[in-house]
């Protein structure tokens, strides 16, 4: 039997002004359930400018808990509009310890889960590991590479630089997601040309559609777009390259959004994951007596 699932995806600028950043999102929201979306992506970080371009202990005041401010506001959204959103906070756990979170919010249940991005990176320009600790891997309480029930189905949350690894994508999927999300903050530098630009964006979207045909599953990912400047004044700031996009469980390339702010619609047919692992059963054939080395950092 066909299960059909209407999603959405929000690609955004962003500012430092939260409520102005917010009110984009909102606004790209109530366009997408209007138009019937049931499932909806917010991008990674949607309500502020990405601020780990430099390291100043002054951003961390940008932080919220769970239940704060934007928290609310995006429960409110999903059960007024009900439907399912998944949002970005840069959460503040405890005093001192920070995490960039991603939560889903159900319809009028609020919240019933989240992921704390659990790859860190720490590169020019993306100075995170100064800003959020990894996420627990710990599957008595679901945390980690758990996916989060939720009424339209089973989603695997990850966030961003966790998008690189097939790891990530595979867990989620060995624990039964239907789906994959990636809530994403990536662009270029200036300084880079026009060839480099373009390796990195098509390997980004390269990776993401392989977990897709590697496990079976759609992907859903929603990056951010325009200039964002380095505030300190060090480097020259980052083109957020846009590029969102939904892929079916083959891979194949359902919505492609370009370099502006767009919202993107699809109706998924989520019956096709298992048509896809019947004729190419990845799972069935894997070699789990032959994997142990997978956990070393390096076999040397």
Known sequence: MTRTL??????????????????????????????????VLLQELHATHYFCQYEDTELFDLAEPLDGPTGRRLAALAAELDI????????RRAPGLYHNTAVVYDRDRGQVGLYRKMHIPDDPGFYEKFYFAPGDQDDS???GFQPIDTSVGRLGLLVCWDQWYPEAARLMALAGAEVLLYPTAIGWSPADDDGEKARQKEAWTLIQRSHAVANGVPVIVANRVGHEPDHSGVGDGIDFWGGSFVAGPQGELLAHAGSEAERLLVTLDMSRGEDV???????????IDAYGDLTRRYRD
Do not use: C, H, M, T
């Open 141 to 143: 309480r679901r945390q």
């Open 6 to 39: 209407k999603v959405g995806l929000v690609q955004q600028p962003a500012w430092p002004d939260k409520e102005r950043s917010l009110a984009e999102s909102e606004a790209g929201v109530r366009e997408l359930a209007a138009a019937g979306a049931e499932l």
């Open 277 to 287: 692992r019947r004729i190419w059963p990845y799972l069935r054939d894997r070699r």
């Open 84 to 91: 399912v959103l998944v949002g970005s906070l840069f959460e």
